[in-house]
């Protein structure tokens, strides 16, 4: 089986290839295929070929309507791959990879044709950078494996409250988490990581999380917080609206950021503005009421309430982005979509949950509403996309990125994908994001995908390579000798090793420990 399952495959028993992969591109202007090919293709022997003739695998674009469109026929000892893009031609080597196997240095492939495209055109993973430095080299692993799995888009969640995790050069005064020790990317280093996850059809899509979550940028630059009527400090969490500075700071770091990220689109967050359900102290909640600043606008403008001015602050955003050419993207919990809501339509909308009782407005609203006011919509929904601690494989093989309760047939294609979401420090993230990102980027390419035993073997050859063994199944191989988690006798073969089981998240020392001395092999 190919994770993600192409809509048709006609597989064959292995066709020997030779020793060698000699590719020839026929299409000019794709710089990055012989890139692409080297990093998705690491364990058979690659060369580019001089000439078609010469040639076992031949690339060559043609007319087509589909974005991402690929297909591979294999006739005459040649593997013919035809791609309608960029990411077509990525799409079709990352599947290639998949049906070929390799024995003794030699190849074979076990298809005779594939044509394939995806169904959602978002598909998406988030990183959580702002409570935890993540190394770039480990970032970099990541992206590789989405590109094998077909994903498009890596969310990049560089602010939080706990810390902003780039050390821009105009804003030094910025500063990473304290969990991390203050650890921050350097603005090449983010160059680098965006240029890596160019070349293989990822775009990095940047988040500051602004109103809310601002207390790293409050700690920064403490005139950003609300002048409070009562002559006590504001705690910061969200940023003092009223305060015409506020736009003037905060515009200036979102420029500089921008210019790091070459995507299209710029994520501002947005989410959870005030929490005054939360049993803690201080209290994440907005102090826009009680704040002299945001009182004296509210009545100046006359806005009813924090939604108002919530949204006013949204619209000066995006009138400062448009002309950057940049797409906003928002959560959505503080829209009130009950009623039809004075913003843009091309907002993107990041839906993740209507909002909980003091958490924002929620009467009446769902995703279907944001659809039904003329909204695109990337599902993120709580818990369904939610490594963190809330996802299972039980709940991930019945979900669908495009579900919603009206069957409209004019909304449903407005919900363009899914993001992936890996929220906050957790230490299973070693083996949860790499099982992740295959089955959820599956659910994403085909909608009606139905998770089973030959998708996890599958997500295996993924991980590992052609020569790959099954992580979800013991076998004798494995070897547990106590609760220390010791799991290869002493002398024993660790490239002997067939089998290995993990869960999405294992509950016990032995299956973490499992997964680690996987991970050790690579």
């Not at 087509?64 to 000892?77: A, C, H, M, V």
């Not at 940023?239 to 500075?245: K, M």
């Not at 606008?297 to 939604?307: A, I, N, P, R, T």
């Not at 996309?385 to 709940?395: A, P």
């Amino acid at each position: 089986m190919i994770i993600p399952a192409p809509k048709r495959i006609e597989e064959v028993s292995p066709i020997y290839i030779g020793e060698k992969l000699k590719v020839f591109l026929l299409s000019e202007g794709f710089g990055n295929i012989e890139f692409t090919l080297g990093e998705l293709l690491t364990n058979v022997n690659v060369c580019i070929a001089d000439n078609e003739n010469d040639a076992n695998v031949i690339l060559s674009q043609g007319k087509s309507e589909k974005p991402e469109e690929y297909s591979i026929e294999f006739l005459d000892g040649k593997v013919n791959i035809r791609f309608s893009d960029f990411l077509g031609a990525r799409n079709a080597i990352a599947t290639l990879a998949q049906i070929l196997e390799s024995e003794n240095s030699k190849i074979y492939i076990g298809a005779a044709s594939v044509y394939d495209y995806p169904d959602a055109r978002f598909r998406s993973f988030m990183h959580d950078v702002g409570r935890k430095y993540v190394p770039i080299d480990e970032l970099k692993m990541h992206i590789l494996l989405m590109a094998k799995c077909k994903m498009n888009y890596l969310h990049f969640h560089f602010s939080e409250a706990a810390g902003f995790a780039i050390a821009l050069k105009d804003y030094p005064e910025l500063k990473g988490a304290s969990a991390t020790d203050g650890m921050q990317y350097s603005e090449e280093e983010i160059i680098d990581l965006v240029e890596y996850a160019e070349k293989l059809g990822i775009e990095v899509i940047p988040e500051i999380d602004i109103p809310g979550h601002g207390v790293a940028l409050t700690e920064a630059y403490p005139h950003l917080a609300c002048d409070l009527i009562d002559g006590k400090k504001s705690w910061g969490w969200a940023l003092c609206v009223g305060n015409e500075e506020t736009y003037s700071i905060v515009l200036g770091i979102i420029k500089s950021a921008a210019k790091l990220f070459k995507s299209k689109y710029f994520h501002i967050g947005t989410d959870e503005i005030s929490m005054t359900d939360e049993k803690r102290t201080p209290h994440p909640i907005a102090d826009w009421t009680r704040c002299r600043r945001c009182r004296q606008l509210m009545q100046s403008y006359d806005l009813d309430g924090e939604v108002k001015l919530f949204y006013r602050f949204l619209k000066k955003i995006y009138d400062a982005l448009t002309p950057l050419g940049k797409k906003l993207i928002i959560w959505n919990d503080w829209i009130d979509i009950s009623k039809s809501p004075d913003i843009p339509r091309d907002i993107l909308i990041e839906f993740w949950r209507v909002a909980a009782d003091a958490r924002g407005p929620h009467v009446n609203c769902s995703m279907q509403r944001f659809l039904d006011e003329g909204f695109d919509v990337i599902n993120a929904n709580f818990p369904d996309t939610y490594i963190d601690l809330y996802v299972s494989y039980d709940n991930l093989k019945e979900w669908k990125y495009n579900r919603v309760p009206a069957d409209d047939s004019k909304t449903k294609g407005k919900i363009i994908g899914a993001d992936v979401c890996a929220w906050d420090v957790h230490d299973h993230y070693v083996w949860s994001i790499p099982v992740s990102i295959p089955l959820f980027a599956e659910k994403m390419w085909n909608s009606d995908s139905k998770l089973n035993d030959d998708t996890l073997k599958a997500v295996s050859c993924i991980l590992f390579g052609t020569e790959s063994f099954n992580i979800f199944d013991y076998t004798k191989d494995v070897i547990i000798l106590d609760d220390k988690c010791e799991i290869f006798k002493d002398g024993s073969d660790r490239i002997g090793v067939k089998n290995l089981r993990v869960l999405l998240h294992p509950t016990n020392a032995v299956e973490k420990y499992c997964i680690n001395a996987i991970l050790s092999l690579l």
